[in-house]
Nanobody
Framework: VQLQASGGGLVQAGGSLRLSCAAS????????MGWFRQAPGTEREFVAA????????HYGDSVKGRFTISRDNAKNTVFLQMNSLKAEDTAVYYCAANVRTSRVLSRTKGSYDYWGQGTLVTVSS
């Protein structure tokens, strides 16, 4: 089972990036999916989560109104659209799957069972 995150890169403050997380080896179409991020020297931080059918989403306070999580179950892929990026958004971004629920959107990293390898987002000010 593998979650492959991609789409990171270097962007100027105010710009946008779209991250993708493609799953293989198992379908996650009935599971909650999430994004977390970790900057150097900090704890892994909750960014966003989405229910199995996309009708329920939840965001961390620092990204609310700027980031949008979505999913395409036919492609076993989850996305994170990041707009109005700030220097403080610089981090490695990880996608994760919580296979124990279809609807409960946890902010806790311990609730997630599978993790991708991370993709680096660098925002220059």
């Amino acid at each position: 089972v593998q979650l492959q995150a991609s789409g990171g890169g270097l962007v100027q403050a105010g710009g946008s990036l779209r991250l993708s997380c493609a799953a293989s080896g198992r379908t996650f179409s009935r599971d909650v999916m999430g994004w977390f991020r970790q900057a150097p020297g900090t704890e892994r931080e909750f960014v966003a989560a989405i229910s199995w059918n996309g009708d329920n989403t939840h965001y961390g306070d620092s990204v609310k109104g700027r980031f949008t999580i979505s999913r395409d179950n036919a492609k076993n892929t989850v996305f994170l659209q990041m707009n109005s990026l700030k220097a403080e958004d610089t981090a490695v971004y990880y996608c994760a799957a919580n296979v124990r629920t279809s609807r409960v959107l946890s902010r806790t990293k311990g609730s997630y069972d599978y993790w991708g390898q991370g993709t680096l987002v660098t925002v220059s000010s």
